[in-house]
């Protein structure tokens, strides 16, 4: 028998979900957008870690992460706000303080997440208001068929998540805080790692972190 479907309202909008699937997914699938890094539909805990999906439900004192939050029958949620913008802009400028912006020698300018949600929300690519802490750490371009470029990271963890899932489980993140990276196991370059080279954490990767090499 086919599930009910639950119906709720999202920015004004009537939107029917599967039950436990999260505002995010129910949003997105009615293309309302809400900016996300992070979010994977097939992985059963959400990371929330970029923390750029916030939004509002009615009755609620405090904004949820739509990514983390199931949908409920009669809920409404609110997408845009002035509470959610200011939530989101700092999560935002966070993120892009420790980023090398350097778009036009990238190889994923305007196919990059970060300049689809600063396009859609109006949020600039450098701030003014937090200093550009990008870490320079070492480009690992040892591996025939990609390069990581670890300044361009936003942590989002789907290349750990796709590494893991097609079973090779090579890349991970690795020490914490500002530190906080992703990186082989035992910190190797790519090409000595035990990467089968499927190029499955290039192509979920959402900024130009890891890239495909030019042929
Ligand atoms: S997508 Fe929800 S916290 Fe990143």
């Not at 539909?41 to 959400?46: G, I, L, S, T, Y």
């Not at 942590?155 to 914490?176: D, I, P, S, T, Y």
Request: net charge neutral; with cysteine; proline share 6%.
């Amino acid at each position: 028998m086919a599930q009910k479907k639950v119906k709720l309202t999202i920015d004004g909008q009537k939107v029917e979900a599967k039950p436990g699937d999260m505002i995010l997914w129910a949003a997105l699938d009615s293309d309302i957008f809400i900016p996300n890094l992070c979010a994977i539909k097939e992985k059963e805990h959400p990371q929330t870690g970029c923390r750029l999906c916030f939004v509002e439900i009615e009755g609620r004192d405090k904004p949820v992460t739509a990514c983390s939050e199931p949908v409920a029958e009669g809920m409404v949620v609110t997408t845009d706000s002035e509470r959610i913008d200011r939530i989101r802009h700092t999560a935002f400028e966070l993120l892009m303080s420790n980023h090398n912006v350097d778009c036009a020698n990238c190889s994923k300018n305007k196919s990059c997440a970060l300049q689809d949600i600063s396009a859609k929300l109006k949020f600039k690519l450098k701030s003014k208001r937090l200093p550009s802490i990008v870490r320079m750490l070492p480009i690992d371009d040892s591996h025939p068929l990609f390069t990581y470029d670890p300044n361009k990271c936003v942590l989002c963890g789907k290349c750990v998540w796709a590494c893991e899932k097609m079973g090779a489980g090579e890349l991970q993140f690795a020490f914490r805080g500002i530190d906080t990276v992703i990186s082989t196991l035992g910190g190797v370059p790519l090409v000595d790692s035990e990467c089968k080279g499927c190029l499955d954490c290039v192509s979920v990767c959402p900024v130009g972190a890891l890239v495909p090499h030019k042929t």
